[in-house]
Nanobody, 128 residues
Framework: QVQLVESGGGLVQAGGSLRLSCAAS????????MGWFRQTPEKEREFVAA????????YYADSVEGRFFIFRDNAKSTVYLQMNSLKPEDTAVYYC?????????????????????WGQGTQVTVSS
């Protein structure tokens, strides 16, 4: 089993930054593809960013491209989401996800059903 624990959420003003962390259990973390998704009460959960096990291949939603950055530290079994230039529309619960199964296509990294493990979520609120 893999357990994911997110942290780093909070309240920030528009234009500010936050860094989310997701600590994973499991001896083979370095082989997982990791993703971040977000959800609001008004919307279905949506893809934000993903990173392959090697860290060399990342994928972003258009809405966050150039503002958010995903990176990982396999030695610490942790994946991060650096969020810059935050907007009120970024307000959501952010979830970390993981899969040990290979994902071949880049766009498939954004498909929720590809991920078998999910964290409990962390709230990010951006005030205007």
């Amino acid at each position: 089993q893999v357990q994911l624990v997110e942290s780093g959420g909070g309240l920030v003003q528009a234009g500010g930054s936050l860094r989310l962390s997701c600590a994973a259990s499991g001896r083979t973390f370095s082989t997982y593809t990791m993703g971040w998704f977000r959800q609001t009460p008004e919307k279905e959960r949506e893809f934000v960013a993903a990173i392959r096990w090697s860290g060399g291949n990342t994928y972003y939603a258009d809405s966050v491209e150039g503002r958010f950055f995903i990176f990982r530290d396999n030695a610490k079994s942790t994946v991060y989401l650096q969020m810059n230039s935050l907007k009120p529309e970024d307000t959501a619960v952010y979830y970390c996800a993981a899969t040990a199964r290979p994902i071949t296509g880049t766009q498939d990294m954004g498909v929720q059903s590809r991920y078998g493990y999910w964290g409990q979520g962390t709230q990010v609120t951006v005030s205007s």
